[in-house]
């Protein structure tokens, strides 16, 4: 079973920064996409930010697009997830994920495993 392990999460002030990181304990597949999702209570789960491993050409929802970058570290089975000027909505539980795929993908139906969860909270 493919472990996946965050770290990262805490709690910032408005306007501050953090950086999340997710590693793999393994790649059981030859093309490895990796996501980042986040789930605020009372909505729906939502995609952050995703990655095809060892390629080019991230892929981000609207709402952090110029705020958060996603990168890779193909050699580590990692990735992360810097976000900055983080605002009180992106408080969240934000989730790694990981699956088999050919370009990177914000559905979650897309992929097989994920991390524990860690929460970002963001205060004014």
């Known amino acids: 079973q493919v472990q996946l392990v965050e770290s990262g999460g805490g709690s910032v002030q408005a306007g501050g920064s953090l950086t999340l990181t997710c590693v793999a304990s393994?790649?059981?597949?030859?093309?490895?996409?990796m996501g980042w999702f986040r789930q605020a209570p009372g909505k729906e789960r939502e995609g952050v930010a995703s990655v095809w491993i060892g390629y080019d050409g991230p892929g981000y929802v609207n709402s952090v697009k110029g705020r958060f970058t996603i990168s890779q570290d193909s050699a580590k089975n990692s990735v992360y997830l810097q976000m900055n000027n983080l605002k009180p909505e992106d408080t969240a539980i934000y989730y790694c994920a990981a699956g088999e795929g050919f370009g990177w993908t914000l559905e979650s139906r897309d992929y097989n495993y994920w991390g524990q969860g860690t929460q970002v909270t963001v205060f004014s």
């Open positions: 393994e790649m059981l597949f030859k093309r490895t996409v």
